[in-house]
């Protein structure tokens, strides 16, 4: 079975790029994701939304760090990966990450920005975002 992942979401923020000492461009950001219900008993909207750390690695990461800003509705495919440490305090921590493969930009990012003439940007109409049917 293959550990894979397909996330769609918003930028929390720009993207931050290092590079190791051999060379390899690590370039990240975090991307959050909401699910949207409305509650079966009240029938009050509800919303929760998680935050993920997703890394891009050389040219993958040069691309998204020249595009990617804060806000952007991005598609992410990758795998997860799970890490494991221990904190000062000898306390055993995890983290977990989304190593990305490949990168889809849902709306305008940097490049398509400075190219518009200050226009607004099209949206296709849709629903309120909420599912009747989902519990949580």
């Not at 607004?120 to 849709?126: D, F, I, N, Y």
Request: hydrophobic share 30%; net charge neutral; glycine share 10%.
């Amino acid at each position: 079975m293959k550990n894979s992942v397909s996330l769609i979401g918003n930028v929390g923020g720009d993207p931050e790029t290092r590079v190791t000492t051999n060379g390899t461009r690590i370039t990240s950001f975090s991307l959050a994701t909401s699910q949207r219900w409305k509650d079966k008993t009240t029938g009050e909207r509800k919303e929760k939304t998680e935050w993920h750390r997703v890394s891009c690695f050389n040219g993958l990461g040069k691309s998204v760090e020249a595009i990617v800003i804060k806000g952007q509705k991005l598609a992410v495919d990758g795998s997860i990966r799970n890490t494991k440490w221990t904190d000062k305090d000898g306390v055993e921590r995890y983290s977990y990450e989304i190593i990305a493969d490949n990168v889809i930009f849902l709306s305008q990012g940097r490049e398509r920005q400075q190219a518009d003439s200050g226009g607004e940007a099209q949206r296709p109409a849709s629903s309120d975002g909420f599912d009747d049917d989902v519990p949580f």
